[in-house]
């Protein structure tokens, strides 16, 4: 088996990376090391992974599609876990193009070299993010997702939409992801809960967008990884009960599944802010600002499906997880 990771010197793919590696499987990883945030910190990952002889890494971006092509003949690719993405709500509002080459353009080489070469297993990178106007909660993979507010969230939905396609005409097995709001060392500086740490250690005012008034279901890397992993030889297959009269939106005659991928627990904003304070050891001052464009009020995933499929509990409480992360974040940066 030789898995391949796209994004694998990003935050969940670096993750992913290191536990498969310690599980004795073979990686590949791909990474175009953007600048989107700290290239250096991407490195940095990935000098966690190098020292293993089952990791090699080959610097590339997805939409590069000869290249693409070429890695997966010479390395005989037999699983791949897309966590390649352009990610980031506002910042799809100020650069469309850079969500439209790495999430569309790069997605479907991803889906054209997987069919080429007899990929066994396509585990992608969705988003909560796909629930838009959703107000019903929690939310549900069985609830229609047809009102994006981000263009990051539309390109996510067009993911598995794709997907889907390449499920039905080519048989392909896909699994999407929804994940909700990932934290924990390593983890992404355009996310608040990294900011927030920083400013609140540096001294910062940190913005505080809806007034306060928002929830997140805040998840734990290695819950994530978990899930993932556990996956990685649970392929979709055709549903016989499928309807469809009343189609499910997560499941499909073809092999092709939807899942949520949450802690299955919302935390306020507010709340969650204290908790960085509790263990950072100092008050946030704090900036109160109206909600953003693009963004949701709230988030919280139903996982019953799931648990269901592979016993998936996450068990990282936010005192843990954000403990952990103020660890890593004051040993990281000196």
Same mark, same amino acid.
């Given at each position: 088996?030789?898995?391949?990771?796209?994004?694998?010197?990003? &935050?969940?793919?670096?993750?992913?990376?290191?536990?498969?590696?310690?599980?004795?499987?073979?990686?590949?990883?791909?990474?175009?090391?953007?600048?989107?945030?700290?290239?250096?910190?991407?490195?940095?990952?990935?000098?966690?992974?190098?020292?293993?002889?089952?990791?090699?890494?080959?610097?590339?971006?997805?939409?590069?599609?000869?290249?693409?092509?070429?890695?997966?003949?010479?390395?005989?690719?037999?699983?791949?876990?897309?966590?390649?993405?352009?990610?980031?709500?506002?910042?799809?509002?100020?650069?469309?193009?850079?969500?439209?080459?790495?999430?569309?353009?790069?997605?479907?080489?991803?889906?054209?070299?997987?069919?080429?070469?007899?990929?066994?297993?396509?585990?992608?990178?969705?988003?909560?993010?796909?629930?838009?106007?959703?107000?019903?909660?929690?939310?549900?993979?069985?609830?229609?997702?047809?009102?994006?507010?981000?263009?990051?969230?539309?390109?996510?939905?067009?993911?598995?939409?794709?997907?889907?396609?390449?499920?039905?005409?080519?048989?392909?097995?896909?699994?999407?992801?929804?994940?909700?709001?990932?934290?924990?060392?390593?983890?992404?500086?355009?996310?608040?809960?990294?900011?927030?740490?920083?400013?609140?250690?540096?001294?910062?005012?940190?913005?505080?967008?809806?007034?306060?008034?928002?929830?997140?279901?805040?998840?734990?890397?290695?819950?994530?990884?978990?899930?993932?992993?556990?996956?990685?030889?649970?392929?979709?297959?055709?549903?016989?009960? &499928?309807?469809?009269?009343?189609?499910?939106?997560?499941?499909?005659?073809?092999?092709?599944?939807?899942?949520?991928?949450?802690?299955?627990?919302?935390?306020?904003?507010?709340?969650?802010?204290?908790?960085?304070?509790?263990?950072?050891?100092?008050?946030?001052?704090?900036?109160?600002?109206?909600?953003?464009?693009?963004?949701?009020?709230?988030?919280?995933?139903?996982?019953?499906?799931?648990?269901?499929?592979?016993?998936?509990?996450?068990?990282?409480?936010?005192?843990?997880?954000?403990?952990?992360?103020?660890?890593?974040?004051?040993?990281?940066?000196?």
């Amino acid at each position: 088996m030789v898995i391949l990771v796209t994004g694998a010197a990003g &935050f969940i793919g670096a993750s992913l990376s290191k536990v498969l590696i310690e599980k004795g499987y073979t990686v590949l990883g791909v990474d175009n090391l953007n600048n989107y945030y700290d290239s250096q910190l991407k490195r940095d990952r990935l000098k966690e992974l190098e020292d293993s002889k089952l990791f090699k890494f080959v610097e590339m971006d997805i939409a590069n599609l000869d290249l693409l092509y070429s890695i997966f003949k010479e390395e005989r690719v037999t699983h791949v876990l897309n966590m390649a993405a352009q990610a980031g709500v506002r910042y799809s509002i100020e650069n469309p193009h850079a969500y439209i080459q790495s999430n569309l353009v790069g997605f479907t080489n991803i889906l054209e070299a997987c069919r080429h070469n007899n990929v066994e297993h396509l585990i992608y990178a969705s988003s909560s993010s796909v629930y838009g106007a959703n107000k019903k909660m929690p939310f549900s993979t069985s609830d229609a997702v047809n009102h994006p507010v981000s263009l990051y969230a539309a390109t996510k939905k067009s993911n598995e939409l794709l997907a889907h396609t390449y499920s039905h005409l080519y048989n392909l097995p896909t699994t999407g992801l929804r994940f909700f709001t990932v934290y924990g060392p390593w983890g992404r500086p355009d996310m608040a809960y990294f900011s927030f740490t920083k400013n609140i250690i540096e001294g910062k005012t940190i913005k505080v967008f809806n007034n306060g008034e928002m929830m997140r279901d805040f998840t734990y890397i290695d819950d994530i990884v978990e899930g993932v992993v556990r996956l990685l030889d649970q392929k979709p297959e055709s549903n016989i009960a &499928f309807n469809h009269l009343n189609p499910d939106p997560s499941s499909s005659h073809a092999p092709y599944k939807v899942f949520n991928i949450g802690n299955n627990s919302p935390v306020r904003l507010m709340d969650f802010i204290q908790t960085i304070e509790h263990h950072v050891g100092k008050k946030a001052k704090l900036e109160y600002l109206p909600m953003q464009p693009g963004d949701v009020k709230a988030t919280y995933a139903n996982i019953d499906e799931l648990q269901e499929a592979i016993g998936f509990s996450p068990s990282t409480s936010i005192e843990e997880g954000i403990g952990k992360f103020v660890e890593w974040y004051r040993s990281y940066y000196k």
